[in-house]
């Protein structure tokens, strides 16, 4: 009889193969880290044997954790590399901060909810993720004092691109993020350069709202 280790890597490995390397991701550094993260943990009790499906789930204080394509999409679309330090706008269950952990030196992440922040950390720390730094703030105004960094990824949708954020980018950064109104949002890529910021738009997407001083207002 299969036991639940090894259930959750035959979930893992078929949600890899399906929803991901299927749809189009190819980065080998993206895959292996998707095969690596037990998304299942990421998820409460009652959501596990769901958590490696091809759509987002609850995670309280009305977030959820991101469909496992979205997240792989965002992750390939930053061009990251293994000395890159990279910034995290909205902690959430701290799925996307772990995915991306498997691939760059540091991640720095946000989270303007403190009960969501705890959990990550808490499960940060279980999982021996060393190299995520974490702070309790308002995502939408960045980490000036950890600036710049080489890739910003911002997983709520933004009414407009956030300036601050803009300026911690550094030179050849990449930046991704969701930008439209309350219901539907464009992912958009934004590159550094010489020249100043490239933009490009990724295709239509779906997010929770990003709150905060540069982001939408209210809870």
């Not at 959501?47 to 997240?71: A, K, N, R, W």
């Amino acid at each position: 009889m299969e036991n639940n280790a090894s259930k959750y890597d035959r979930l893992r490995e078929e949600m890899v193969r399906k929803q991901i390397e299927a749809r189009g991701v190819s980065d080998p550094l993206v895959l292996a880290a998707f095969r690596k993260v037990p998304r299942h943990r990421f998820v409460s009790e009652a959501l596990m044997d769901q958590s490696y499906g091809d759509h987002p789930l609850p995670i309280g204080e009305q977030q959820t954790i991101s469909q496992p394509y979205i997240v792989a999409e965002m992750t390939q679309a930053l061009q990251l590399n293994k000395d890159d330090r990279v910034l995290e706008i909205g902690t959430g269950s701290g799925y996307q901060a772990a995915i991306l952990a498997e691939i760059v030196f540091r991640v720095y992440t946000i989270e303007r909810i403190h009960t969501l922040l705890v959990q990550a950390r808490r499960l940060f720390d279980t999982l021996r993720y060393h190299n995520i730094v974490t702070r309790y703030s308002d995502g939408t105004t960045g980490w000036t004092d950890e600036s710049p960094f080489d890739a910003i990824i911002v997983t709520a949708g933004a009414p407009r691109i956030p300036q601050a954020l803009i300026n911690q980018l550094a030179m050849g950064g990449r930046m991704i993020l969701p930008v439209g109104d309350q219901h539907s949002q464009e992912l958009i890529k934004l590159v550094r350069d010489e020249t100043g910021i490239r933009q490009s738009n990724l295709g239509g997407c779906r997010f929770v709202k990003l709150i905060g001083e540069q982001g939408w207002n209210g809870r």
